[in-house]
């Protein structure tokens, strides 16, 4: 995954969502946390690039 430049880390992708989660746990009472638009976009595109990461992995892993 980090051999493209433009991508990040499987650990820099999991230390992203972490912070938004966190922030959003951090509050111990609550029973229910939400995340707005733009929390929801960051994860959502951390996580599909990570797919489209492996993906191109698998892909070059076949053509090896």
Do not use: H, T
């Not at 880390?9 to 999991?14: E, G, R, T, W, Y």
């Not at 939400?34 to 992995?57: F, N, T, Y």
């Amino acid at each position: 995954m980090a051999s493209d430049p433009s991508m990040p880390s499987a650990l820099q992708v999991a230390e992203a969502v972490a912070r938004v989660l966190g922030a959003k746990l951090v509050d111990l009472s609550a029973e229910r946390i939400e995340l707005d638009r733009d929390e929801a976009a960051l994860c959502l595109g951390l996580a599909e690039g990570v797919i489209d990461s492996l993906k191109a992995e698998g892909g070059d892993a076949d053509n090896a």
